[in-house]
């Protein structure tokens, strides 16, 4: 049909056969992103456009503010003091144009207009270059224990859904995403925020915790406490633990998502929330939402806080990893698993604290095991057949700028393999 109408009307007739036939499909690329960041909408200190204008032009491809038990829509004033004052003013109008901010005073008191979701998402957007998503953070408490939940691509605002324990409280407001994405239609997700801040949220909450595939193994805000202490474990140990725990019992996987947590924009220091600290690579075909959730629901993602990898290889037999090598800097992966006949027994740990009645446990040293350490820039790891799961940690010998704490070195964090025996 197409040929035989080629000859009687060979441009008209062309175009459509043209256009007719499948796009060709995009090989998948890494694309940078920050899922976790705070502005002016609830307790960062700047703009919206002040924010996402660093993460574009620091190279990023997407970023999603998500400030507290709010999405950033709707007429919102904020007065001059509570946004940082005539210096923070000054900067936003020497960035955007004064046509651009909008300001009124009542009363004496001088208001700034905080932009929509939709005016700055339209100010930064370019196809194949940079996203912005809708986030909250979904911040709730149990008997002031701090319990936060990331909510990626949103449609609608989630309240904080409370509950009768911590565990209850992550349920709830986990289960209230995933309600609002099969009732919409649109993909989005959940991630547990920060374990340790507050020590609210114990392992134990995290291996109950069902239908959540994501949480902080790294968060740059400096009050976090990602290292853990001399009775409660870091949030990687939180991470083999509960890997171990959930897949011995046929539950899912769960990720490590490395985020910033920023909130402070104006003043550097390791005592503040800084942008830039840690991020996600997530390999995907397009530089849209629906395509980066469903490469990390996939696993098809690492964390960073420096560390830059051009592949991960992973089958049931093997994980091989090319890391991007920079002159002058030396890499170090750890394959780090849980093999099947692990010890599964844990011991009570008192907790010297009046005002936490609650229980600990320590877990064997037989979770998390460094299975292999290799150096190098190309490090693999053949599976013996016996482990759960395998990922990987990779630390680089620069110390990292910007730092979460002192001393730290730019690492990158692989999502596990779970093996099938």
Known sequence: MCSRSLALLPFLTLTACVSAA????????????????????????????????WYKASGYNFAALSDHNVLNQGERWIDLESAGGS???????????????EEREVNGTQFVRLKTFPEYRSLFEEPGRFLVIQN????????????????????????????????????????????????TGQLMFPHINHPNFGWAVKVEDLIALRGEKFFEVYNG?????????????????MWDILLAER?????????????????????????????????????????????????????????????????????????????????????????IGTRRDYDRS??????????????????????GEVLAE????????????????VRARVVSTRVKENPYSKGEFETAWVQPVVITP
């Open 136 to 183: 909250e953070e979904i911040s709730d408490q149990f008997e002031k224990k701090p319990v936060h939940v990331n909510a990626t691509n949103l449609r609608e605002l989630i309240e904080p859904q409370g509950g009768t324990s911590v565990g209850d409280v992550m349920q709830r407001n986990v289960d209230a995403v995933l309600e609002q994405r099969e009732r």
């Open 346 to 367: 844990r011991l009570e740990v008192p907790i010297e604290d009046e005002k936490d009645a609650s229980v600990l446990y320590r877990y064997s040293d037989e979770i």
């Open 247 to 335: 897949l011995s019992d046929d539950e899912d996987v769960m990720y490590g998502i490395a985020v910033d947590d920023s909130h402070d924009y104006h003043e550097f220091g390791r005592g503040r929330g800084r942008p830039g600290r840690g991020w996600v690579m997530v390999r995907a075909d397009a530089l849209d939402a629906e395509a980066l959730i469903r490469a990390m629901e996939a696993g098809d993602f690492y964390g960073s806080s420096g560390v830059t990898l051009d592949a991960i290889s992973s089958s049931n037999e093997s994980l091989s990893l090319t890391i991007q090598s920079e002159p002058g800097v030396k890499y170090r992966t750890q394959f």
């Open 374 to 389: 290799v150096q190098g820039a190309e490090p693999s790891y053949v599976f013996s057949g016996n482990e759960i799961y």
């Open 221 to 237: 805000h400096p009050a976090v406490r990602n290292e853990g202490d001399d009775t409660r474990p870091s949030t990687e140990r």
């Open 87 to 101: 210096g923070v003013l000054s900067k936003y109008k020497v960035r955007f144009g004064d046509e651009w901010v």
């Open 22 to 53: 499948p796009p060709p499909e995009q090989p998948a690329r890494w694309w940078k992103g920050n899922l976790h960041t705070h502005s002016l909408w609830s307790d960062g200190d700047d703009y919206p456009e002040m924010i996402l204008d």
